[in-house]
C-alpha cells in the first residue's frame, strides 16, 4: 500500500486553485487534493454540466499529478447530472471519483461505473464526525460489493472538525481504521482531519490569536500505535480553512461582507491568526503590519521558505503609501494555504 504524502481537502474556489498551481515544483509533486464543488441548491440538472465546468475545469487543469473530484453537497434530483459532468474531468483529466456509505445507491453505482470506464481509482470517503459507529463498517462493506476486484480503492477517512475539545478523536480513528482496512486490498489510506476553527472577531480583540494543531497530533497518534499500517497511513487536512467552508453555497454578485479578515500562518504546533481591514483608511497600514507580526514569529520560515512567506514579506515591507500587495480576502487565503501546504510537505518529507 502507498499513496500521496499529502492530501488536503480543498474547495473547488480560485483560491484554492491558484495556490496548487503557485506552488514550488517539488511540493506540487507530492499533493494529491481532494476537491470539493459547493453545494448548488436548485441548480436543474440540464444546466449542471455547464456550472460544474466552471468549477471543475480550473482545478482539474493544476491537477496534473492527480487527486480526487467529490460532489458532497449534491441534491438526489442532481446526481446523475453531476457523475455526468464529473466523469468528463475523470477520463480527460487526472482525477479519480468519490464515493461513501453514506451517500445513495445511485451515487454510488454512478462513482463505481466512473472508475470502472475509466479506468481509475476510487476514493471511498467514509466521515467519522463523532465516535465512531460499526454501522459505517457495513455500509463500507455494502459499497466494495459493488465495485469487483478491477477497480482500485483508496480509503480517505474523513474524521471532519478535529479541535481540542475533541480530545478523542485519535481513539475514534483508530477504531474506524481497525474496522475498515481488513475490508479490502486498499492502494492508499489518508486520515483527514479539519484543525483550523472558524476565527471570529471575537477572538482577534487583541489582534491576534492560536490554535493547536489538533488534526496534526491525531495523526501523529494514530502513526505512533504500532499498527502495521500506521507507517503508510497518509496525512491530509482542510488546508487553512475549517470544513464548514466547504458548504458555503456559491453567492454570486454578493456585496459587502465584514469589514476585517485574517493572514494565517502555520508553526509545527500552531495555527496562528492575525487581523486584518478589508477598508477603511488604516487598512494599508495595518495591513502591513498584520503581516509584519508574522514575519516577525521566532517561527517564520523566512521569506525564501516559499511563496506564502515571499507574499508575507512583500505585504510586511511594502511603502504605507501605496496599496499594492496588501491583498483582500483571496489572496489572503491563497498566501495561507501556499505557507501551510508547503509548510506541511517539508514536514512530511523530514519524516
Same mark, same amino acid.
Given at each position: 500500500?502507498?499513496?500521496?504524502?499529502?492530501?488536503?481537502?480543498?474547495? *473547488?474556489?480560485?483560491?484554492?486553485?491558484?495556490?496548487?498551481?503557485?506552488?514550488?515544483?517539488?511540493?506540487?509533486?507530492?499533493?494529491?487534493?481532494?476537491?470539493?464543488?459547493?453545494?448548488?441548491?436548485?441548480?436543474?440538472?440540464? %444546466?449542471?454540466?455547464?456550472?460544474?465546468?466552471?468549477?471543475?475545469?480550473?482545478?482539474?487543469?493544476?491537477?496534473?499529478?492527480?487527486?480526487?473530484?467529490?460532489?458532497?453537497?449534491?441534491?438526489?434530483?442532481?446526481?446523475?447530472?453531476?457523475?455526468?459532468?464529473?466523469?468528463?474531468?475523470?477520463?480527460?483529466?487526472?482525477?479519480?471519483?468519490? *464515493?461513501?456509505?453514506?451517500? %445513495?445507491?445511485?451515487?454510488?453505482?454512478?462513482?463505481?461505473? %466512473?472508475?470502472?470506464?475509466?479506468?481509475?481509482?476510487?476514493?471511498?470517503?467514509?466521515?467519522?464526525?463523532?465516535?465512531?459507529?460499526?454501522?459505517?463498517?457495513?455500509?463500507?462493506?455494502?459499497?466494495?460489493?459493488?465495485?469487483?476486484?478491477?477497480?482500485?480503492?483508496?480509503?480517505?477517512?474523513?474524521?471532519?472538525?478535529?479541535?481540542?475539545?475533541?480530545?478523542?478523536?485519535?481513539?475514534?480513528?483508530?477504531?474506524?481504521?481497525?474496522?475498515?482496512?481488513?475490508?479490502?486490498?486498499?492502494?492508499?489510506? %489518508?486520515?483527514?482531519?479539519?484543525?483550523?476553527?472558524?476565527?471570529?472577531?471575537?477572538?482577534?480583540?487583541?489582534?491576534?490569536?492560536?490554535?493547536?494543531?489538533?488534526?496534526?497530533?491525531?495523526?501523529?497518534?494514530?502513526?505512533?500505535?504500532?499498527?502495521?499500517?500506521?507507517?503508510?497511513?497518509?496525512?491530509?487536512?482542510?488546508?487553512?480553512?475549517?470544513?464548514?467552508?466547504?458548504?458555503?453555497?456559491?453567492?454570486?454578485?454578493?456585496?459587502?461582507?465584514?469589514?476585517?479578515?485574517?493572514?494565517?500562518?502555520?508553526?509545527? *504546533?500552531?495555527?496562528?491568526?492575525?487581523?486584518?481591514?478589508?477598508?477603511?483608511?488604516?487598512?494599508?497600514?495595518?495591513?502591513?503590519?498584520?503581516?509584519?507580526?508574522?514575519?516577525?514569529?521566532?517561527?517564520?520560515?523566512?521569506?525564501?521558505?516559499?511563496?506564502?512567506?515571499?507574499?508575507?514579506?512583500?505585504?510586511?515591507?511594502?511603502?504605507?503609501?501605496?496599496?499594492?500587495?496588501?491583498?483582500?480576502?483571496?489572496?489572503?487565503?491563497?498566501?495561507?494555504?501556499?505557507?501551510?501546504?508547503?509548510?506541511?510537505?517539508?514536514?512530511?518529507?523530514?519524516?
Amino acid at each position: 500500500m502507498s499513496g500521496p504524502l499529502y492530501v488536503p481537502v480543498l474547495p *473547488t474556489k480560485p483560491h484554492a486553485a491558484g495556490a496548487l498551481q503557485r506552488l514550488r515544483p517539488d511540493v506540487r509533486a507530492a499533493i494529491r487534493p481532494l476537491w470539493n464543488l459547493p453545494p448548488l441548491p436548485g441548480a436543474p440538472p440540464e %444546466t449542471l454540466g455547464t456550472v460544474v465546468g466552471t468549477y471543475v475545469g480550473r482545478v482539474s487543469a493544476v491537477s496534473s499529478h492527480g487527486g480526487w473530484i467529490d460532489a458532497p453537497f449534491g441534491e438526489v434530483a442532481q446526481i446523475a447530472a453531476l457523475a455526468e459532468a464529473l466523469a468528463v474531468y475523470c477520463e480527460l483529466g487526472r482525477l479519480r471519483p468519490v *464515493t461513501g456509505p453514506e451517500r %445513495t445507491a445511485e451515487q454510488q453505482a454512478a462513482a463505481v461505473e %466512473t472508475a470502472r470506464r475509466c479506468h481509475r481509482r476510487l476514493g471511498v470517503r467514509v466521515r467519522v464526525s463523532g465516535e465512531w459507529d460499526g454501522r459505517l463498517g457495513e455500509g463500507v462493506r455494502g459499497l466494495l460489493a459493488l465495485t469487483g476486484p478491477e477497480v482500485p480503492l483508496e480509503l480517505l477517512l474523513d474524521m471532519g472538525v478535529v479541535l481540542d475539545d475533541r480530545p478523542g478523536a485519535g481513539k475514534e480513528a483508530l477504531r474506524a481504521l481497525d474496522a475498515l482496512m481488513p475490508l479490502a486490498v486498499w492502494r492508499s489510506a %489518508t486520515l483527514l482531519g479539519g484543525g483550523i476553527p472558524q476565527v471570529t472577531a471575537d477572538m482577534l480583540e487583541e489582534g491576534s490569536c492560536e490554535a493547536s494543531r489538533a488534526e496534526w497530533s491525531m495523526w501523529h497518534e494514530v502513526r505512533a500505535t504500532g499498527r502495521a499500517h500506521a507507517p503508510l497511513l497518509g496525512y491530509g487536512d482542510y488546508g487553512v480553512q475549517p470544513p464548514g467552508a466547504l458548504a458555503q453555497a456559491p453567492a454570486p454578485g454578493r456585496k459587502g461582507g465584514p469589514p476585517w479578515g485574517v493572514l494565517r500562518y502555520t508553526t509545527d *504546533t500552531t495555527y496562528f491568526f492575525v487581523k486584518t481591514l478589508t477598508r477603511g483608511p488604516d487598512r494599508i497600514a495595518v495591513n502591513r503590519a498584520a503581516a509584519r507580526r508574522i514575519t516577525e514569529l521566532p517561527e517564520f520560515r523566512g521569506a525564501g521558505a516559499g511563496p506564502g512567506e515571499e507574499w508575507l514579506s512583500g505585504c510586511a515591507d511594502g511603502p504605507l503609501t501605496s496599496s499594492e500587495g496588501v491583498g483582500g480576502p483571496t489572496e489572503w487565503l491563497r498566501a495561507g494555504n501556499l505557507q501551510h501546504m508547503t509548510h506541511v510537505v517539508r514536514s512530511l518529507s523530514d519524516g
